[in-house]
């Protein structure tokens, strides 16, 4: 009997570049492969004029500027220049930053960076859905707050914050708010206007692009945000993030981004019937927990933590059936347990034996069969040994 092709349900870490991506990045390794600072020759306009492109691109998806796109390596490096980047222009109106306990670790790192140079940060928890108190958030408004950092969807468990809500509450205070969009990008509506959003992360990989590409939205106007460059150099980027500009990754990144948007609501409608089927058909094992909000979530995402097994036997016994993680991509060395699961309230053991299954624009009914399938006799075969 022929071995059935591994099922990959890990796209909330990592998504294939998809072939109208690639086609559309090809051209400039080699044919245009100018400098885009280099403006005395063709060369130079023709990748200027590409990045000018995806730059409006990106700025269609969230209903920006384009001026007000300034690329970067990709979410983390976004989410950095963003957090440290207002923390240096504003330090003189005050020194406190709010953010969540949930957040990814390029958002909860630079704050601990910026505690230990004398900020203050307040780490808001959680409900055990995964949803932030908008009450907790009010509350912890001081009047030397400058920043407010709150993703829009949680990479772990997929859980949608109330973003319009958060981002009204710091308009009405004068606060800048933050939210990293990575997992949000493409999969849910954005409007930084209509959501009072002053800095958006974004990244391609998420979304059928390139890896090592990515962008932050900074607002101009009403109000104009001010951020401190935290990598000097050629002065590229209006200053904010200097270095060589990587033509067929933007290239890629603005395609991605296009075409995500474009399939969305389709895409969203599809997965979540897909997602629903999932979460039905593993429910057939007693002791399972979903984690996060059974519909504030993304459409792909569905995150579940089981009793009864030991959470590193039951990866081992699934690894050549189905590609899929226990939390973020960016930790999965780490022994500890999720920090985001913990959060929730999960105890250690649970929070180890946490699986986390991403759906994609690929992945068909006949795959989520099997894939249920495989975990169901994997956790009921760990089980009985037990």
């Given at each position: 009997?022929?071995?059935?092709?591994?099922?990959?349900?890990?796209?909330?870490?990592?998504?294939?570049?998809?072939?109208?991506?690639?086609?559309?990045?090809?051209?400039?390794?080699?044919?245009?492969?100018?400098?885009?600072?280099?403006?005395?020759?063709?060369?130079?306009?023709?990748?200027?004029?590409?990045?000018?492109?995806?730059?409006?691109?990106?700025?269609?998806?969230?209903?920006?500027?384009?001026?007000?796109?300034?690329?970067?390596?990709?979410?983390?490096?976004?989410?950095?220049?963003?957090?440290?980047?207002?923390?240096?222009?504003?330090?003189a109106d005050g020194q406190h930053i709010i953010t969540v306990?949930?957040?990814?670790?390029?958002?909860?790192?630079?704050?601990?960076?910026?505690?230990?140079?004398?900020?203050?940060?307040?780490?808001?928890?959680?409900?055990?859905?995964?949803?932030?108190?908008?009450?907790?958030?009010?509350?912890?408004?001081?009047?030397?707050?400058?920043?407010?950092?709150?993703?829009?969807?949680?990479?772990?468990?997929?859980?949608?914050?109330?973003?319009?809500?958060?981002?009204?509450?710091?308009?009405?205070?004068?606060?800048?708010?933050?939210?990293?969009?990575?997992?949000?990008?493409?999969?849910?509506?954005?409007?930084?206007?209509?959501?009072?959003?002053?800095?958006?992360?974004?990244?391609?990989?998420?979304?059928?692009?390139?890896?090592?590409?990515?962008?932050?939205?900074?607002?101009?106007?009403?109000?104009?945000?001010?951020?401190?460059p935290q990598m000097h150099g050629g002065g590229q980027e209006?200053?904010?993030?200097?270095?060589?500009?990587?033509?067929?990754?933007?290239?890629?990144?603005?395609?991605?981004?296009?075409?995500?948007?474009?399939?969305?609501?389709?895409?969203?409608?599809?997965?979540?019937?897909?997602?629903?089927?999932?979460?039905?058909?593993?429910?057939?094992?007693?002791?399972?927990?979903?984690?996060?909000?059974?519909?504030?979530?993304?459409?792909?995402?569905?995150?579940?933590?089981?009793?009864?097994?030991?959470?590193?036997?039951?990866?081992?016994?699934?690894?050549?059936?189905?590609?899929?993680?226990?939390?973020?991509?960016?930790?999965?060395?780490?022994?500890?347990?999720?920090?985001?699961?913990?959060?929730?309230?999960?105890?250690?053991?649970?929070?180890?034996?946490?699986?986390?299954?991403?759906?994609?624009?690929?992945?068909?009914?006949?795959?989520?069969?099997?894939?249920?399938?495989?975990?169901?006799?994997?956790v009921r075969s760990l089980r009985a040994i037990r």
């Amino acid at each position: 009997m022929r071995e059935q092709p591994l099922i990959y349900l890990d796209h909330n870490a990592t998504t294939p570049v998809e072939p109208q991506v690639v086609e559309a990045m090809l051209p400039f390794f080699s044919q245009y492969f100018g400098n885009p600072s280099s403006l005395n020759h063709s060369l130079g306009w023709q990748a200027e004029a590409a990045i000018e492109k995806a730059r409006e691109q990106l700025a269609a998806a969230i209903n920006a500027e384009p001026v007000e796109i300034v690329f970067t390596s990709g979410a983390t490096e976004a989410n950095n220049l963003a957090i440290k980047g207002v923390a240096e222009s504003y330090m003189a109106d005050g020194q406190h930053i709010i953010t969540v306990e949930t957040e990814h670790s390029a958002v909860l790192e630079p704050c601990r960076y910026l505690e230990r140079l004398g900020f203050s940060v307040t780490y808001l928890p959680v409900q055990p859905d995964g949803l932030v108190r908008l009450a907790d958030l009010e509350q912890a408004f001081r009047p030397e707050t400058i920043l407010v950092s709150i993703m829009t969807a949680n990479n772990e468990i997929g859980v949608l914050q109330p973003i319009d809500k958060i981002g009204a509450l710091c308009r009405d205070r004068n606060v800048i708010f933050h939210t990293d969009a990575a997992q949000a990008l493409g999969k849910v509506a954005l409007d930084v206007q209509a959501m009072n959003i002053d800095l958006l992360s974004m990244t391609a990989h998420k979304l059928y692009g390139p890896k090592g590409i990515g962008a932050l939205y900074v607002r101009r106007k009403n109000p104009q945000v001010r951020l401190a460059p935290q990598m000097h150099g050629g002065g590229q980027e209006r200053g904010l993030r200097s270095g060589t500009l990587y033509t067929p990754q933007i290239v890629g990144l603005g395609m991605a981004v296009s075409l995500m948007v474009a399939g969305q609501p389709q895409e969203t409608s599809r997965q979540a019937g897909l997602r629903d089927r999932l979460w039905q058909s593993v429910q057939a094992l007693p002791n399972i927990h979903l984690n996060g909000h059974p519909t504030q979530r993304l459409a792909n995402n569905l995150s579940v933590s089981i009793e009864g097994v030991n959470g590193t036997d039951l990866l081992s016994k699934l690894r050549h059936q189905v590609a899929l993680s226990s939390g973020s991509a960016c930790s999965a060395q780490k022994t500890s347990p999720s920090h985001v699961i913990k959060a929730l309230g999960r105890n250690d053991s649970l929070a180890k034996a946490t699986l986390r299954l991403g759906l994609g624009k690929g992945t068909t009914a006949e795959e989520i069969d099997r894939a249920s399938a495989a975990v169901v006799s994997a956790v009921r075969s760990l089980r009985a040994i037990r």
